[in-house]
Every structure is written in structure tokens, then in C-alpha cells.
């Protein structure tokens, strides 16, 4: 790529930290601020981008005379939608924004409004969609090998949320819940595979054993670590998330099982592999693509490996490098952006309603303009 961005950095934690390492793998990315005020965070990040400035605020950042070209947002969920509302009224810039794009419903509208004015691309970060696996299941689907589209369930067993700084995801009202926070990415992959919005949302849910016997300022973590939610869409398909959060023995973190008229087809993703117990284990799991077809029966196995210079740059299965690429595209030749605002608003209000559903125990009915729900 001939083309060179100068990006500036907000927030730089975990997957700031995993933002800079893919970046590097970019051929004129260059990050030269970060904005950044937890020491320890500054400290590691210089060691991987030891000639980028570091600011404690996102105005120094802003007044200080860099030339920046596009910003990243890997700030903590409650802080995005200030943020972005902010560098849509200062700046004329490019943006990629992690998911959650925003954590509560009040935001929705105002963040809308705003990036709808904004000039510049405005990628929403749902590395899930760009996982060699998903990419490949998603190709499957769309070549026809299962007939039309019936049935989709999305499972992921994992281990609990990780430490962060402060531990601000272990509430509700940092994150928007568990349901907003960790699962927005798959209510952004269902609605892309389903190629249709949501209508109904019905989740049950429970706190059952990860962070109950911690205590921050004398309160105890409210995000639960457990799930089904059942999800109907307009045009009559239907999807299942099953999520548990105590399940890091598993082979597979990610299992996708699509189930049409012809064949059902799966995608078996495996977690982070510097939590994979190599020395007991042996070598990490490699992704697979099954299709089972009704006639002849048999199934079709496919191994669909990952780069490993790419397996080193973050926990996310090489997906974000090829989001980065994506958003590098367009910014230096005017590509299409993957994930709007739009789709990352529509994921979290999904996520939002989800959150409603198993407080009240009733099936939520989402607006026709899929905004807000009733």
C-alpha cells in the first residue's frame, strides 16, 4: 500500500494495545499519538510504538500540532458515545470506533444525527465478520450450499471477562451489560448473515458464578455470565445466541451452525491461543468449516487456518488486521465502509433489548426503524 495515515489513539488498554499491533502490520499505518492516562498502559504501549506522543487527554491530543489523518476509540464502552459525539463537532476525521458503539438507549438518536453530518468514514470495530472461519462460512451461505437460510445458532464458551484497568467492565453501567458488551458482536453477525433486521428479542440469563465474591467500593459486579436469547427477524428466519462465560476447557470458543433446506453448515472457532495449554494440549485447535448435506449424507470438513503472524497480533483470530485493512482502504482510496454506524446502533440496541427481556421476562418487540424497542 503506497498510501500513508497518521492515526491517533484513544484509549489504549487491552485492545488498544491489540489496534497498535495490527497496525504495524499495515505498510504506511502509523500511529503518532495516544491518548492514554493510565501509566502502565502508556508504559506498554511505548515499548510498541516507542515514537508516538502520549497525552493524558483527548483535548492535548486534539490541540497539539500532529497532522492526524484518522483516530481509533478503544476507550472504556461508557465513555464512546461523549467521545464521538465530541470528535464529530471538532474534527472532520475518519473514525474507527469499538464496539459497544454506544451502551445505553439514550445515546441512539444523538449519535446517529451526528455521524450522519460527519464527512469521513466511520467504521464501527465488530471483528467477529472478519474472521477467516466466519468469512468463509459467510461465503458458503451466500454460494447457496444450504439452500435458503432457516435456522442460525451462534455458541460461544469462554472464559470470564478479563481483568481491565479499574475492572470497569464488571458493571452494567460501564458496559450495558453483558449482553450489549461481549454480545453485540453476534447480534452484528446475525443480522449479516440473516441479511434481515430484528423484530423480537427473548433472553434468559443468569449471574451463576464468575466476579461474585468480588467487591469495588462495596459493590458487587451485576453482569451476568450466562445466556439464551432467542431472536425472530422480519422476514421469518430465526437465530439463537447461547452464551456461557465459566467454559474456557473448550475446544472451540465459537460454534456457528446454520440450517437450510439442502445442509446444515458449522464454523468452529477457537479462543485466544496464549490461553490454550500448549505444554499439556499440544498445538491449538485450527478453525473448521463443516457442511453436512442432507443427500448424499457425509460431512465436508475444511480446516481453515490463520496466519500466524496474525495469531500473535491480538486474541480476535487475524480479524482485526483485515478490519484495519478495510478501514485503511477507506480512508486512502474511498472503499466502502464494512460496518456503519448504523449496524453497530442496531447491534447494540438488539443487546439493549436482550438486557430488557431477561429483566422482565417478556419477549421485546423492537421498533419498525429497529432504533429502540417497545
Request: glycine share 6%; aromatic share 8%; charged share 25%.
Amino acid at each position: 500500500m503506497a498510501n500513508s495515515v497518521r492515526y491517533g489513539i484513544l484509549g489504549c488498554g487491552m485492545m488498544g494495545q491489540e489496534h497498535l499491533r495490527n497496525l504495524a502490520l499495515i505498510d504506511g499505518a502509523q500511529v503518532v499519538a495516544i491518548t492514554e492516562p493510565d501509566c502502565e498502559m502508556q508504559k506498554r504501549c511505548a515499548e510498541l510504538v516507542p515514537d508516538a506522543q502520549f497525552f493524558d487527554t483527548l483535548d492535548d491530543m486534539l490541540n497539539a500540532d500532529l497532522n492526524l489523518q484518522a483516530l481509533v476509540i478503544a476507550t472504556p464502552n461508557y465513555q464512546h458515545a461523549d467521545q464521538l459525539l465530541s470528535l464529530f463537532e471538532r474534527t472532520t476525521l475518519p473514525i474507527l470506533v469499538e464496539k459497544p458503539v454506544v451502551s445505553s438507549l439514550e445515546h441512539v438518536s444523538k449519535i446517529r444525527a451526528a455521524a450522519e453530518k460527519h464527512p469521513a468514514p466511520v467504521w464501527v470495530a465488530m471483528e467477529y465478520r472478519y474472521m477467516p472461519p466466519v468469512a468463509q462460512f459467510r461465503k458458503q451461505l451466500l454460494d447457496g450450499d444450504i439452500g435458503e437460510l432457516k435456522m442460525l445458532n451462534i455458541r460461544e464458551h469462554r472464559f470470564p471477562f478479563l481483568e481491565k484497568v479499574n475492572d470497569w467492565n464488571r458493571f452494567n453501567h460501564k458496559t450495558g451489560g453483558t449482553l450489549v458488551e461481549k454480545c453485540c458482536h453476534f447480534f452484528d453477525l446475525m443480522r449479516l448473515l440473516m441479511q434481515s433486521d430484528v423484530k423480537r428479542v427473548y433472553a434468559s440469563t443468569g449471574q451463576d458464578c464468575n466476579h461474585l465474591d468480588e467487591r469495588y467500593d462495596g459493590e458487587t459486579p451485576d453482569i451476568i455470565d450466562n445466556a439464551f436469547v432467542v431472536v425472530d427477524f422480519e422476514n421469518g428466519q430465526r437465530a439463537c445466541l447461547d452464551l456461557n462465560m465459566f467454559s474456557e476447557g473448550s475446544r472451540y470458543q465459537e460454534e456457528i451452525c446454520a440450517i437450510g433446506p439442502l445442509a446444515k453448515l458449522e464454523c468452529f472457532v477457537p479462543g485466544p491461543g496464549r490461553f490454550w495449554p500448549t505444554e499439556t494440549l499440544g498445538a491449538a485447535p485450527i478453525p473448521k468449516v463443516v457442511l453436512s448435506p442432507r443427500n448424499p449424507k457425509g460431512p465436508i470438513e475444511a480446516d481453515i487456518p490463520v496466519d500466524d503472524k496474525l495469531l500473535d497480533a491480538g486474541d480476535h483470530n487475524g480479524s482485526t488486521y483485515y478490519q484495519h485493512v478495510g478501514f485503511f482502504k477507506a480512508i486512502t482510496e474511498n472503499a466502502k465502509v464494512d460496518v456503519t454506524i448504523e449496524d453497530g446502533l442496531k447491534a447494540v440496541v438488539i443487546g439493549l433489548a436482550a438486557q430488557h427481556s431477561a429483566t422482565t421476562g417478556q419477549a421485546i418487540e423492537l421498533t419498525d426503524s429497529g432504533y429502540s424497542f417497545k
